[in-house]
C-alpha cells in the first residue's frame, strides 16, 4: 500500500537539505575562487599559464594548476601539510589506541557482572555529555599539575622537560573518543549471541583464538564504525585541543583558527573543501560497512 | 577400556541469581553414563538439564562434585581440552564462515592439515546428507539444514561423548520427527556416546538408550525407557512420563511382593511392590490408563464400581473418567477395536472397571 505525499513534507525535506548543503556548496564553490580577498565570488580561474602568479594578485586569471590554482598553491603551504601531517597522526593514533580500548570496554561492559558495573557505565558516558569546554581545562589543569610535579621531582630542566604537545593532544583525543567507541560497540553487540564463542571454545580453539577468528570478525562492523567515529571527532576537534596543544603540535582547525584571524583567501576554502571530501569518503564507508552488516 | 563414557560424582552447581539469593540448578547429581550410550536427560524446563551438559562440555564448573570422561577427572579442564562436542540448541554456526569453514573449524584449531581437513568436511557433510554444500552460508540454510551442519561441525571432530542440548526444539514437528530417526542412525553409526537433553518426553523414549529423569536439579531416576514407563519410583516419574492415575491410601497388608492398599471408600487395591512396606503406611498407587479395561476378563484383581463421567474420542482411542467410590476419579483409555468406534459406555453409565494386580505401582510420595 502506497500513500500519497502531502507536498509539505517535500518541501520540507527540500528546505532541510537546502539549508544543511548550502554552506557546503558556497564554500566549495569560493575554493575556486579567482579574487584572493574571498569576499565576493569572481569567477572560476580560467586561464592557464605556465608560472604561478605573483603571491600579492589580487585577482588570480591564469595558473599552472588553471581553476585548481588554490590547491595547488595549498600543496606548497610547509605550516599547512605540517599541520596536516599532525592532524593526521593524531587521528590515527588517537584511533587505534581508543577503537582498542573502547572495544575491550563494551565487551567487558557486555560479558561481565562486576560490583562497580553500573557506576563504570555511567562514568564511561559523562565524557560525552559534558561540554568539552570543560573536559579541555580538566585535561590542561590535569597535564599542568602532573608536569610541573614530574619535572620537579625528576629534576628535568631544558628541553628535557615535559610539556604539552603531541603526546598530550593524542592522549586527550584517546580519553574523549573512548566513550563513543565503547557506545557504537555495545549498540552492535545487543544482538551477538555469545553461543557462537562457547562453540569455537568447544571446537578446541582458546580464548585468544576465539576472540580472533570468531568474535571480532562478527563485530568488526560495530568496530570499524566506532573508529571512523573516533577518527572524525579526532580530525575535527578543535576545543580539547587547543587546551593541550604545544609548540610544533598544531593541527589543521588549530592552523585554519589562526589563519582566520589574519586574512581569509580561497587557500582556506580548497582546504575545506579537501577536508569535506574526507570525510565524506569516510561516512560513506561507514554507511557501507553498516549495510553490511544488516 | 573405561567402563563409563562420562561420569558425574555428586555433583552440584549453584549461581548466584542477580538479586543477591542463590539459585540451586544442580543438585547432588550422580550419573554414569555407559560408552557407546544413547543417553537422554528428560525433565521439564528450569530443571538443570542444560547446566549438567554445560558442565560436562566444560563451559561451567561445579559448584561441588567431579566429572569424569574416560575416568579422567575434568576438574578446571578448559572447553578446548576437553574430548566432548557439544551440538547447541540454536546451532551456533558461525555466521561469518562458510558451511565448510563451519565444519572443518575444530580440525583446524587441532592442527590438521587441509587436504585431509577438506576431505573429512566433505565426508562429514555427506553423512549428515548434505554433499556439496562446502561454499553456502549459514544464512542460505533452512533451520533443517543448519541443525545438520551443527551435527557434522561436532561429529568430524569423532569427540568421545557428543553433546546435544534440545537440538530439534527449534525443528517443527514433521522435521523433528525425521531428525530423529536421522539422529539415531547416526549414533548408531558411528558409536559414539550420545547425551540429548530434552524436555520432550516422546523424543527421549524413542531415542534412548537409557533415560535420566529430572526435577528441580535432581535425578529421579535412571533407566531404559520401558523401566521408566513401567516402573516409574516416584510420583513425578509417573506423572511426567506419559499419563497416569494417582490413588492415595494406606497400606493394609504386604504379602511377598503384592501390596494390599486401602484407597478413599473403602476400597482395596493390589499393586505389586519390591518396597519395603509397612502396615499403616501412606501410599499412593499409581496405574496407567491403558492398562484399565472396561471389558471383564480373567484374573483381574482389582475390580471396582463406578460411572463414567466423561468420554473423549481421540481416533485411535477412547478415554472416559471414571468415578469412583470415595470421590476417586480414574482415566481409562481402550483402544477402538470396533470398526464402527462405538464407546463401550455413554455418560452417566454405571462400569465396572478391571485392571492387573502387576499394572499397579505403590509409590512412596
Ligand atoms: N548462568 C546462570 N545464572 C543464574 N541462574 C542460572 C544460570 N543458568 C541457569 N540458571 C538457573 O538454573 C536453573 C536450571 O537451568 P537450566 O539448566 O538451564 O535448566 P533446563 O535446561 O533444564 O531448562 C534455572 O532455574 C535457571 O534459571
Ligand atoms: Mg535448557
Avoid at chain 2, 95 to 118: C, S, W, Y
Avoid at chain 2, 164 to 182: V, Y
Amino acid at each position: 500500500m502506497t500513500k500519497r505525499r502531502s507536498p509539505w513534507v517535500t518541501l520540507a525535506a527540500i528546505l532541510v537539505y537546502v539549508f544543511l548543503y548550502a554552506p557546503i556548496v558556497v564554500l566549495v564553490i569560493f575554493s575556486f575562487n579567482s579574487s584572493r580577498t574571498n569576499v565576493t565570488f569572481a569567477g572560476p580561474i580560467t586561464g592557464f599559464s605556465a608560472e604561478f602568479p605573483d603571491p600579492r594578485t589580487s585577482v588570480v586569471t591564469a595558473s599552472p594548476c588553471g581553476p585548481f590554482h588554490w590547491f595547488c598553491t595549498l600543496a606548497g603551504n610547509r605550516e599547512l601539510i605540517n599541520a596536516a601531517r599532525n592532524t593526521l597522526t593524531i587521528a590515527f593514533t588517537s584511533t587505534l589506541i581508543s577503537t582498542t580500548i573502547g572495544t575491550m570496554a563494551a565487551l567487558a561492559l557486555q560479558r561481565y557482572q562486576f560490583p562497580v558495573k553500573t557506576f563504570s557505565e555511567v562514568s564511561l558516558y559523562i565524557p560525552i555529555v559534558i561540554p568539552e569546554i570543560v573536559m579541555g581545562i580538566g585535561i590542561l589543569t590535569l597535564f599542568g599539575a602532573l608536569f610541573r610535579f614530574l619535572n620537579a621531582s625528576l629534576g628535568l630542566t631544558g628541553d628535557g622537560r615535559l610539556a604539552m604537545g603531541i603526546g598530550t593532544v593524542i592522549l586527550s583525543h584517546i580519553a574523549f573518543s573512548v566513550p563513543f567507541v565503547t557506545l557504537v560497540v555495545r549498540a552492535r553487540l545487543q544482538g551477538f549471541d555469545k553461543a557462537v564463542e562457547e562453540a569455537a571454545m568447544d571446537l578446541y580453539a582458546n580464548e585468544w583464538r576465539t576472540f580472533w577468528r570468531v568474535t571480532l570478525p562478527i563485530i568488526a562492523p560495530g568496530v570499524l564504525s566506532g573508529g571512523l567515529l573516533a577518527f572524525t571527532l579526532s580530525l575535527d576537534d578543535f576545543v580539547i585541543t587547543f587546551f593541550t596543544t604545544g609548540p610544533g603540535a598544531t593541527t589543521l582547525p588549530i592552523y585554519v583558527y589562526g589563519l582566520l584571524r589574519r586574512i581569509t583567501t580561497p587557500e582556506l576554502n580548497a582546504l575545506s573543501t579537501l577536508w569535506i571530501a574526507l570525510v565524506f569518503v569516510a561516512v560513506f564507508i561507514t554507511q557501507r560497512l553498516e549495510r553490511r552488516a544488516a | 577400556m573405561p567402563e563409563f563414557a562420562v561420569e558425574l560424582r555428586d555433583v552440584s552447581k549453584r549461581f548466584p541469581a542477580p538479586s543477591g539469593e542463590i539459585v540451586n540448578a544442580v543438585r547432588n547429581v550422580s550419573l554414569q553414563i555407559r560408552d557407546g550410550e544413547f543417553f537422554s536427560m528428560l525433565g521439564p524446563s528450569g530443571c538443570g538439564k542444560t547446566t549438567s551438559l554445560r558442565m560436562i562440555a566444560g563451559f561451567e564448573l561445579p559448584t561441588e562434585g567431579d566429572i569424569f570422561i574416560h575416568d579422567k577427572p575434568m576438574g578446571q579442564t578448559a572447553p578446548y581440552q576437553r574430548p566432548v562436542n557439544t551440538v547447541f540448541q540454536n546451532y551456533a554456526l558461525f555466521p561469518h564462515m562458510t558451511i565448510g569453514e563451519n565444519v572443518g573449524f575444530g580440525l583446524e584449531m587441532k592442527g590438521v592439515d587441509k587436504a585431509q581437513r577438506l576431505t573429512r568436511v566433505r565426508q562429514a557433510l555427506e553423512m549428515v546428507r548434505l554433499p556439496g554444500y562446502e561454499a553456502r552460508r549459514p544464512r542460505q540454510m533452512s533451520g533443517g539444514q543448519q541443525q545438520r551442519v551443527a551435527l557434522a561441525r561436532a561429529l568430524v571432530n569423532h569427540p568421545e561423548v557428543l553433546l546435544l542440548d534440545e537440538p530439534l526444539g527449534a525443528l517443527d514437528l514433521k522435521l523433528r520427527k525425521e531428525m530423529q530417526l536421522e539422529l539415531k542412525r547416526l549414533q548408531r553409526e558411528v558409536g559414539i556416546t550420545f547425551i540429548y537433553v530434552t524436555h520432550d518426553q516422546e523424543e527421549a523414549l524413542t531415542m534412548s538408550d537409557r533415560i535420566a529423569v529430572m526435577s528441580g536439579g535432581r535425578v529421579l531416576q535412571v533407566g531404559p525407557a520401558f523401566e521408566i514407563y513401567e516402573r516409574p519410583n516416584c510420583r513425578f516419574v509417573a506423572d511426567f512420563i506419559g499419563e497416569s492415575n494417582f490413588l492415595e491410601g494406606t497400606v493394609r497388608e504386604v504379602q511377598q511382593r503384592t501390596a494390599t492398599v486401602e484407597l478413599a471408600g473403602g476400597l482395596l487395591a493390589y499393586a505389586e511392590s519390591d518396597l519395603a512396606l509397612t502396615n499403616g503406611q501412606a501410599v499412593t498407587v499409581t496405574v496407567r490408563p491403558e492398562k484399565i479395561g472396561l471389558r471383564p476378563y480373567e484374573g483381574a484383581q482389582n475390580v471396582y464400581p463406578g460411572r463414567v463421567e466423561d468420554i473423549v474420542y481421540i481416533g485411535t482411542d477412547t478415554h472416559y473418567t471414571v468415578l469412583l467410590a470415595g470421590d476417586q476419579r480414574l482415566r481409562v483409555r481402550e483402544q477402538n477395536e470396533d470398526p464402527y468406534s462405538r464407546p463401550l459406555a455413554s455418560p452417566g453409565d454405571a462400569v465396572t472397571i478391571y485392571f492387573d494386580r502387576a499394572a499397579a505401582r505403590v509409590l512412596l510420595d
